[in-house]
């Protein structure tokens, strides 16, 4: 099997450097790039099959990279972001990046994100049937086929918008799911942009299979830009 290749566009050396030491140990491959102007090269000469994009570079936003990345590739693009910035991670996941890590970050963290970027893009690329075996984690079982969920074993009745919204959080798991993609997918492109319809939505939900709606373990909010679904169990050995 050929090595993933991972690129990390950041001009930080102690965090490339930290994140460069953890893929190697789990067999990446890595290139490093200081610049945007640098990474946007590898990028086209190297075609990696992964990104982690710092915003904040010396010579070039962030922002403008996926942009131009994202007229010509769909490499997943992962965000290295600062603890607070909310609407610069809603802005990189609007214009197409695939999910962010907030610093500092730990070993586990980061290669979660990767596995769960990496699935995504590989189920897109080949269309297999992985997006019809069910959605399992700690007791939950979502079988896509049957419309059925199920927690510990006992079934969840939920209406056609709370079972999109589940459904559409199970088949990215593992993935922030911004509140305005999460709107368009269940309501339609024309969706209204208020997220009080998807809070209550979520409210229901989770009275519905978590034991302690206040202190979730399926479905998790990250706050001011979306919900991320506990990763799907049998994919996390990948
Ligand atoms: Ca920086």
Known sequence: MSKCTVLIIEDEKNIQTFMGKILKRHDYRVLYADTGAQGLELLRSQCPDIILLD???PDMDGDDIIREARTWT???????????????KVLALDLGADDYITKPFGTSELLARIRA?????????TNDTLYLRPYR???????FSKRLLKVNGAVIHL???????????AQNSGKVITYASILSNVWGPYADDDNKILRVNMANIRRKIEDDPAQPKYIF????????MA????EAEV
């Not at 769909?74 to 610069?88: D, M, Q, Y």
């Not at 970027?117 to 690329?125: F, Q, V």
């Not at 990763?231 to 049998?234: A, H, Q, V």
Request: charged share 30%; glycine share 8%.
């Open 231 to 234: 990763e799907d169990e049998e």
């Open 74 to 88: 769909s490499t997943p693009i992962i965000v290295i972001s600062a603890r607070t910035a909310e609407k610069e």
């Open 55 to 57: 915003l904040g570079l």
């Open 117 to 125: 970027s990496l699935r995504h893009s590989n189920r897109l690329r």
């Open 159 to 169: 209406t056609p918008i709370e079972y999109k919204i589940v459904a559409y959080l």
């Open 221 to 228: 909010t990250e706050v001011g830009v979306g919900y991320r």
């Open 137 to 143: 984690h700690d007791g939950m079982v979502l079988d």
